[in-house]
């Protein structure tokens, strides 16, 4: 009876998932570090994601890149509708 007792027990000491506990975006990349926590929003979708201080700094890394070699806005004086309303007004 006793043995049936102890099985019985540490069932009961299987807790939960934590399931409050954010996880990083970047997890299985490997290399956590740090508090994960929801970063602000980069993409233009403004969707946040929860990521360690390690992945986070990697990301703002990368994110600087991008911006550098890909600008999001267009110039504000650049239209291309604009050369095509003049080429067909004399028509
Ligand atoms: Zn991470």
């Known amino acids: 009876m006793s043995d049936f007792n102890a099985v019985d027990d540490q069932t009961w000491r299987d807790e939960p998932a934590e399931e409050n506990d954010l996880e990083c975006l970047d997890r299985h990349k490997g290399g956590c570090s740090g508090a ?29 890149g991008i911006n550098q070699r890909y600008p999001s806005l267009q110039p ?3 239209d291309p ?5 003049s080429w067909y007004e004399d028509e």
């Not at 929860?50 to 703002?60: E, M």
């Open 36 to 64: 994960v926590e929801y970063r602000m929003a980069l993409s233009a979708t403004g969707r946040q994601f929860p990521r360690c201080d390690a992945h986070w700094g990697k990301r703002l890394d990368e994110q600087e």
């Open 76 to 78: 504000s004086d650049f």
């Open 81 to 85: 509708s604009y050369a095509g309303e």
